[in-house]
């Protein structure tokens, strides 16, 4: 059982910048694909970013591309998402998922992970 938690999120303007952390407890970490999802009001859930288990391979959905950097830190059991030149769309909530996989490439489908945190709000103003 892994146990996830998200923080970092907050209010920003358009062009600025966040770093959201998603800390893991419970289990080796080290040995986990995490990905970024995140939901709008009224949307469905999307996928944004996702590592693999060493780091050594990402993945992003194309709006995100140039502006969100997903990293780990494996010592820290957390993994990062740094988002800047934030855009109004980019407001959502926004979650982090894992799953025990040393697959070269983690999905990008909500149904392949086994974890989820609790969320974080992102709110980017005009």
């Known amino acids: 059982q892994v146990q996830l938690v998200e923080s970092g999120g907050g209010l920003v303007q358009a062009g600025g910048s966040l770093r959201l952390s998603c800390a893991a407890s419970?289990?080796?970490?080290?040995?986990?694909?995490v990905g970024w999802f995140r939901q709008a009001p009224g949307k469905e859930r999307e996928f944004v970013a996702a590592?693999?288990?060493?780091?050594?391979?990402?993945l992003y959905t194309d709006s995100v591309k140039g502006r969100l950097t997903i990293s780990r830190d494996n010592a820290k059991n957390t993994v990062y998402l740094q988002m800047n030149s934030l855009k109004p769309e980019d407001t959502a909530v926004y979650y982090c998922?894992?799953?025990?996989?040393?697959?070269?490439?983690?999905?990008?489908?909500?149904?392949?992970?086994?974890?989820w945190g609790q969320g974080t709000q992102v709110t980017v103003s005009s």
């Open positions: 998922a894992a799953r025990n996989s040393f697959n070269r490439f983690p999905a990008q489908t909500t149904s392949w992970y086994d974890y």
């Open positions: 419970g289990r080796t970490f080290s040995s986990y694909a």
């Open positions: 590592i693999s288990w060493n780091g050594g391979n990402t």
